[in-house]
């Protein structure tokens, strides 16, 4: 070898691709929303009641936190029913970050058949974000959403929700044979997509600021070793909402830990990381056990 550059290590056999076991999920959290209405209405069998907004288990109740949060501020009264069915979304935030978005979200599989449909047509492997907003407009969205809620006296985020909208499609079809003309929503968001990828979830959707904001502390982050690092920036290219994991932008709030980037890498740059101390995220300390 000549020149003094540095050889590309070899891409790691038997890779785990996240991308693949995101996508799993993605699809069988999609087909909870449609098979459980179907064994509600047909077979009377209720056990799991819902969907993703208030989803019922047995007598366990999980609650959407920004819609626990709109009910609290519209009724003003503390429900404890309430407080304690966002205590399990909550504490996934906490440890895991903004990862119902990524992971579990149904308008993030819809988007991504949007992709796939996309690229079968124009024969192009991405697409280009031609119109990028502010990221902290996000944090805006939720104040504003929250702010209306409170003023309106009524829940905005319950009703026109595109992600609850999913659901709420789904169970009106089982249960009535007809859509409501709310869906148009889900459309819009989804065209969106065909200008700039997770054009809503960037900037648009409060819940993911909520979960973002409890995810600020989070366990789990993706973390780059720089020794790796050859700044080719295909991690960048790669992640759904713009972000630059070349310049540490995954340690961020707006990540939401799907992976992708991590996928891209063929030099093992990236990788996902479990704080183990609170002191893992200070100038010189250890990061955390890398998964």
Known sequence: MTGGARPAPAVERGKRSWTLWRRLLLTAAFLLLIVNPLVNYHLGITFVQGWYQSLGIGELRITSPLEGLESLLVTRQVAVPTL??????????LLLGRVFCSWVCPISLLAELVAV????????????????????LLWFTLIAELLLSLV???????????????GREIMMFVFFGTLATEGVLVLLVLALELVTRRFYCRSFCPLGALLALVGTVRRLKVRRQAAEC?????????????????????????????????????????????????NAGRPGAEPGNPL
Do not use: Q
């Open 84 to 93: 304690i069915g966002m205590l399990v979304p909550l504490a996934v935030a």
């Open 117 to 136: 449909v996309r690229r079968a047509v124009t024969r192009r492997k991405a697409v280009r974000d031609r119109l990028v907003l502010a990221r902290r």
């Open 152 to 166: 309106l006296g009524a829940p905005l985020f319950v009703f026109l929700s595109p992600p609850g909208l999913v």
């Open 230 to 278: 050859i700044g080719c920036g295909r991690c960048d290219r790669a992640c759904p909402l713009g972000l630059a994991p070349s310049l540490d932008e995954s340690l961020t709030a707006y990540c939401w830990n799907c992976g992708a980037c991590i996928d891209s890498c063929d030099h093992g740059a990236l990788h996902f990381y479990w704080r183990t101390t609170l």
